[in-house]
């Protein structure tokens, strides 16, 4: 087989609507509490914002500007949007379906309703209108469109409403019917300022009306003389990418701010409607906003759903939530004033959000406040508005600290924010940079360097995850600590090539993207594959993100075509296609979607002692080999070896409650437990380990419950080597 055929390969944009569609799964999980089942639901709402604002919104220009070059899977531009559509627009039907059908009737079980403008009590009436009159008529603007009025511009992703309008009367002045005979159309934005659920009074429980709703009911108030033939909420998803010319700008921040402030402007790729909305005012809607009407999605319940959230806010009874998150902290850390000291007698592995991301705050506060430390070295890709870290690291220049912090101005959705960080640190005296033109720097690592009685010794913290405390509580990540020498060495190094000049640093122990990542982790996976035809046992196994690159993917097809196990927890896309009979019969591709989203990556070659454990800040993908700065890092102490073997990647490959299992057709389905074993669920355990301060029992990656019989047959021969037909073009 060629090794570039399209069927080796699954579409990227279809792989992670798949993922969105696991993500719908839990929202359809009935034995999980009302608000989970939410949270979940505006998670798949959210995420096909992103998807279509980046993903759908580059295939469109793709399209507009005539590239017709296919994706690896041998799929056009046009063709991936015809198959996105397809897809789309059952999964958008589909999460409506249940909302209305369980979602709603399950809140209304636990006293709480959305109510309707049809289902309201005379006295919820008048409460609506005083409310109305009150807090929100102030508020609205009217939006005629007309000859002299022309189609608003309406922000990425706001709410609004649709009026169809007819003059009362027959007198002067009536306005002309447009040539399709459809009534008059105004807009009136729905105020984001102001909550979208709007307390009602309710004989028993809490009852809440929608603000759209609330607007629909007295809009006639804004149109004197006119007559609201109908109304319907809608939504505009836009362009949202940046496009920003790095070599021609001579002030990349002053750039990135200009470039947000015309994002708002991008041009509209989705149009969300209420499936009522006649055709009339689809067509309009259409038109004004340059769209195909293969781009409406008709939406038969609440916009923009993810704000239900704040239900919660309302009624926070315990019941309807989840268990509450205790994250434990180990007992080394927790039983000493200094991190560094903990650092200095030996490597630590953090494993979050079972472990409190406190001790990483601790490293940079201690570091900031020690008269002993020299220099405090750090990169920000995403951080929390109210940042504790970016916060130390403005006090530590205070300190007398040299303060170095490369802040990613150009992390996707996070600019804005980056850049107040960006600002507030050099007003505090930190030397900010934004790193090599052309790439982000994604990778998460910090350096403190501290002189002491033997000399100058350096310690680094590495991570899979941002410096977020936030989000540090809803992904699964990997924090490590070390002083080793090679580390220290390496992080000074990396730092030197961000701040100054380095074409090809050298590395000790780092393997840095763009550099020489991708070579790399090629020729780990090709050494395993070396080892299988030789006899030898070979295994490789891990954790990612996403899995798109194809000459990574063609590696695996040989490694398995070689002998060598392949065990991968992909939470999202994956392009590689298992199961293919003497193409990937050996490689098993797992995801993995529960309470905390899984953002690890820890990836292990080898079987027994030759094992080499690695952490990453980066997926196998194209972007992030090529157009990133990634580090991925060994980690050699035995007690953080046998953490990330044991509980971050063994755990998660024992899954047989909420993982799902890629099929070669795509498509992923549940892992059916051994007879006598119950569902095991492996971020259930770990949180139940966190709070009884233990450790679960987990078998390593080299044996685990749920790899069916290949993973435990002998390798081939070494006659068996792969066709040449499967190595990467050159």
Known sequence: MDALDPKLFLNRELSWLEFNERVLGEARDASLPIYERLKFLGIVSSNLDEFFMVRVAGLKQQVAVGVVEPAADGLSPSDQLKAIRERAHPMVAEAYRVYREEILPALSRAGLTIATRESLAPE????????????????????????????????????????????????????????????????????????????????????????????????????????????????????????????????????????????????????????????????????ALNLGAEDVYAVNGPLQISELSALRDADNRPELSVEPLQPAVPQRLRDTESILQVIRSGDVVLHHPYDAYDPVTRFIEEAAEDPEVLAIKQTLYRTSPDSPIARALSRAVEYGKQVTVLVEIKARLDEANNIVWARRMEEAGVHVVYGLVGLKTHCKVALVVRRESNGIRRYVHLGTGNYNPVTARQYTDVSFFTASEDVGADATALFNALTGYAANPKWRCFAVAPFDLRERVISLIDKEAELARKGEPARIAGKLNALVDPAVIQALYRASQAGVDVDLVVRGICCLRPGMPGVSDRIRVTSIVDRF?????????????????????????????????????????????????????????????????????????????????????????????????????????????????????????ATTAPPATTRPAA
């Open 124 to 287: 919820q009436v008048e409460a609506s209108k005083q409310y109305f009159q009150a807090q929100v008529f102030p508020a609205l603007t009217p939006l005629a469109i007309d000859q002299g009025h022309p189609f608003p511009h309406l922000r990425n992703k706001s709410l609004n409403l649709a009026v169809l309008l007819q003059r009362e009367g027959r007198g002067r002045g009536r306005r002309r019917k447009d040539p399709a005979g459809a009534s008059s159309l105004a807009v009136v934005q729905v105020p984001g300022v102001l909550r979208r659920l709007v307390s009602i009074p309710a004989a028993g429980g809490k009852a809440f009306l929608l603000l759209e709703e609330l607007i629909a009911m007295h809009v006639g108030e804004l149109f004197p003389g006119y007559k609201v033939e109908r109304t319907a909420p809608f939504r505009v998803t836009r362009n949202w990418d940046l496009n920003v010319d790095e070599d021609e700008s001579e002030d990349l921040l002053s750039t990135i701010q200009d470039e947000l402030r015309r994002r708002d402007r991008g041009a509209a790729v989705r149009l969300e409607l209420d499936a009522s909305a006649p055709e009339s005012l689809a067509r309009l809607l259409v038109e």
């Open 597 to 717: 989203l899984e953002h690890s990556r820890v990836v292990v070659f080898g079987v027994g002692d030759r094992r080499e454990v690695y952490l990453s800040s980066a997926d196998w993908m194209p972007r992030n080999f090529h157009r990133r700065v990634e580090v991925m890092c060994p980690v050699r102490d035995p007690a953080a070896r046998a953490r990330l073997l044991d509980e971050v990647v063994g755990d998660s490959l024992k899954d047989t409650a909420k993982a799902r299992r890629l099929d070669v057709d795509g498509k992923y389905n549940r892992i059916d437990p051994a007879p006598e074993a119950p569902p095991y669920r492996s971020q259930a355990a770990l949180l139940d380990a966190a709070r009884r301060g233990t450790r679960p029992a987990a078998e390593t990656v080299i044996r685990h419950a749920v790899a069916p019989a290949a993973a435990t047959e002998p390798p081939r021969p």
